[in-house]
C-alpha cells in the first residue's frame, strides 16, 4: 500500500533530530538477549538504527573487533581500505571501528581530503591494490588488503550501516559474515573490554594512511567507460547524488575528462530535508524510486530539462543508480538493465571475454531474458544478493551482473573486473555512453524493445510475516507449491534454486509462459516479498500477485 504523502515534500515532522540520533549511538547499550539488538548480517552487512539500539556504539565495536580476528585467521595483513557515507551515524561508527583496527595493529587507509567515499570506491581500490603484476587478480599471499564501508545504502536518515568486503572486493560471502556476526554476538555483552585507542589518537597513528580514494577512482574510469564517445557528442548529464557520497566525484571527472556534467543537487544534509517521500511514508534515498525522485523530476519538467539531455542519480553509498529521462521519468531500473546488456553486448565492449554471460538475479525482469536471447548471449540467473556475481566477474564466466534494486557493475573494457560490489556511478555514465553513441536515451531505447518483445507489468509487495515462518522458507521445495497453473496459465518451473548456480533461493520462483512469481523472506525486517511480473496485462499482474500470495501462505501454513 502507498502512503498518502508518498511523492510529496518532507514536512519538519519527517526529520530526523541528528543530534539525538548520534546521542543515542554512544548512549545506549544494547541488550545481546534481545534478538532485535544483536549483531545480524543481512545481505549488506548489519543495519539499523540508535533510536531502536540496533546500531550502536557496542554494535562497532564488536562487529570490528571480529573483523580485525576473521581477517588475522584468514592471513590477510595488507591495509583495510575503509569509507562512509553521508548517513549522520557513519562518521561516528567510522571513528569507532578505526579506534579498535589500530588498537589491534591493523593498517588503515582512509580518504586523503577526509570526504565520503561510496561503496564501489572502496571496492576498486581493494581491487587494485590486489591485482598481480600480470593483471590478474591475486587472493593469496602477503599484503593483500580488504575493506569497510560504513553505509546503511538507500536507508532512512535514521539508519547506520557497516559492511565488510574480504580480499575479492564484494560483499563477503554467508560464511564470512557468519562467523563474524557469531563472534559479534559473543564479544557485544563485554563490548567495553575490548581493546581501543581513542580516536584523536588513533588518527595521527603511523597505522592511519591517507589515500585519494577520489583521484584513484575517477583516474581508472576511463578503463570502463568510453569518454571520447560522450565528449564528442556533447551529450550533457545532470546528476543528483541525493546528498550522498559520490557528490564530490562527478566535478572531477568534468575536469579530467572535459565533460558536461551538472551536479544538479549538491548539498548534503544527513535530515535529507529535500527529499520527496518514499512509496512507505519515509524518507528513503533511492535513485530508482519514482517516489523518491518526484522533487527532481518535477523540477525537470518545470524548464529545466532545457539544461539536460538525461539525469542520473546516485544513493548515499553510491552503489544504486537510477535513470531519468526525457518525456518519461524514472526509469524502471530492469528496463535500464534490459537496455544496457543489450548495448554492452552488442558489439559495444570487442575485449570483453567472447564466451562471457549477462549475470542477472532471478527477481529481475524477464525482459532481460528475452534481450539475452536475441543476441545469442548466455544468461546466468542467481539468487537474490550482489555478493553472488563476485566469482562469475572474476571467473569471466559473466561480464555484466544487475538486479532489479538498481545495482548493477560490468568489466572493464579489456575485460578485466572492474568492481565486484554494485557500482552506481558508472550506470549513469553509460547512459550518456548509450546516448552519445546512439543517438537516443534509455528510455527511448526501452521503447523499442518493447516493441520487439513485449510490455511488461512489474511489482514487489511485502508481506507481514513471523520469524517461524521465515525459517520455513529455506525448507520450501517445488512439492510444496500444489498449484498445476498461474493466473490461468500453465506452471512451467517450480524453483527453489537459482538456475544460473544452483544455489538456494531462500525461497520459492514458479514461472509460467509470460509470468512468474518469486517469493523470499527479508534479511533484516519481519516480512516476506513477493516479486512479480506478467507480460499480459496489469490485470494479470494483481492475478499473480494474488495467487502468489495464497501459495505462499498456504505452502507456510503446513
Known amino acids: 500500500m502507498v502512503a498518502k504523502n508518498a511523492g510529496m515534500p518532507a514536512t519538519p515532522a519527517d526529520l530526523i533530530n541528528v543530534d539525538e540520533v548520534i546521542g543515542k549511538y554512544y548512549d545506549v547499550v544494547p ?143 554467508a560464511d564470512v559474515t557468519n562467523a563474524i556476526a557469531d563472534r559479534a554476538n559473543e564479544l557485544l555483552g563485554d563490548f567495553k573490554n575490548v581493546k581501543r585507542v581513542p580516536f584523536e589518537q588513533a588518527i595521527k597513528s603511523d597505522l592511519v594512511e591517507r589515500f585519494d580514494f577520489r583521484e584513484h577512482y575517477v583516474s581508472d574510469l576511463e578503463n570502463v567507460i568510453d569518454f571520447d564517445v560522450i565528449r564528442s557528442s556533447g551529450v550533457r548529464l545532470g546528476i543528483d547524488p541525493l546528498g550522498g557520497a559520490s557528490v564530490n566525484y562527478w566535478p572531477l571527472m568534468n575536469e579530467k575528462y572535459n565533460l558536461t556534467i551538472d551536479v544538479v543537487r549538491p548539498q548534503v544534509d544527513p535530515t535529507w530535508s529535500f527529499m520527496t517521500i518514499d512509496h512507505d511514508g519515509k524518507i528513503r534515498m533511492d535513485p530508482s524510486s519514482p517516489y523518491a525522485m518526484k522533487g527532481l523530476v518535477d523540477s525537470l519538467n518545470n524548464g529545466a530539462w532545457d539544461k539536460y539531455d538525461l539525469v542520473g542519480g546516485t544513493d548515499p553509498d553510491a552503489d544504486r543508480h537510477g535513470i531519468v529521462c526525457p518525456n518519461w521519468g524514472v526509469m524502471n531500473p530492469n528496463h535500464y538493465i534490459a537496455v544496457c546488456v543489450e548495448y554492452l553486448f552488442g558489439g559495444n565492449r570487442p575485449g570483453w571475454p567472447e564466451n562471457a554471460g549477462i549475470g542477472k538475479t532471478l527477481v529481475s525482469s524477464s525482459l532481460i531474458d528475452r534481450v539475452a536471447a536475441s543476441i545469442n548471449a548466455k544468461l546466468v540467473e542467481v539468487p537474490v544478493g550482489f555478493k553472488w556475481f563476485v566469482d562469475p566477474l572474476f571467473k569471466g564466466e559473466v561480464a555484466f551482473g544487475g538486479e532489479e534494486s538498481s545495482g548493477m ?87 527453489t534454486e537459482a538456475p544460473g548456480n544452483h544455489a538456494k533461493i531462500g525461497g520459492l520462483k514458479v514461472t509460467t509462459k509470460d509470468n512468474w512469481f518469486a517469493a523470499r523472506p527479508s534479511g533484516t525486517e519481519n516480512i516476506y516479498k513477493v516479486y512479480a511480473e506478467s507480460f499480459e496485462s496489469p490485470e494479470a499482474l494483481d492475478k499473480v500477485l494474488a495467487e502468489a500470495t495464497e501459495v505462499v501462505d498456504k505452502a507456510l501454513a503446513e
Open 31 to 173: 541488550d545481546p538477549n534481545i534478538p532485535e539488538q544483536r549483531v545480524s548480517f543481512g545481505t549488506s552487512g548489519h543495519r539499523g538504527s540508535s533510536l531502536k539500539t540496533s546500531f550502536n556504539e557496542a554494535h562497532i565495536v564488536a562487529i570490528t573487533q571480529a573483523i580485525a580476528e576473521y581477517r588475522k585467521k584468514a592471513g590477510v595483513t595488507g591495509p583495510l581500505y575503509i569509507g562512509r557515507d553521508t548517513h549522520a551515524l557513519s562518521e561516528p561508527a567510522w571513528k569507532t571501528a578505526i579506534e579498535v583496527l589500530v588498537a589491534n595493529g591493523v593498517r588503515v587507509r582512509i580518504d586523503s581530503r577526509d570526504d565520503f567515499t561510496p561503496t564501489p570506491v572502496v571496492s576498486q581500490a581493494i581491487l587494485t591494490h590486489n591485482r598481480a603484476a600480470d593483471g590478474t587478480q591475486r587472493f593469496t599471499g602477503d599484503g593483500l588488503a580488504d575493506g569497510i564501508v560504513v553505509t546503511p545504502s538507500h536507508n532512512p536518515p535514521t539508519d547506520g550501516g557497516f559492511k565488510y568486503d574480504p580480499v575479492t572486493g564484494g560483499p563477503a560471502p
Open 409 to 495: 557493475s560490468f568489466l572493464r573494457k579489456d575485460g578485466r573486473v572492474w568492481t565486484t560490489d554494485k557500482d552506481g556511478l558508472i550506470p549513469d555514465l553509460l547512459a550518456a555512453e548509450i546516448t552519445a553513441k546512439t543517438g537516443k536515451n534509455p528510455a527511448q531505447l526501452h521503447q523499442e524493445q518493447v516493441e520487439r518483445f513485449g510490455e511488461s507489468w512489474y511489482k514487489r509487495v511485502d508481506t507481514p510475516t513471523t520469524l517461524e515462518q521465515k525459517q520455513k522458507f529455506a525448507k520450501l521445495t517445488g512439492d510444496d507449491v500444489e498449484a498445476t497453473q498461474l493466473a490461468g496459465e500453465d506452471i512451467t518451473a517450480k524453483l
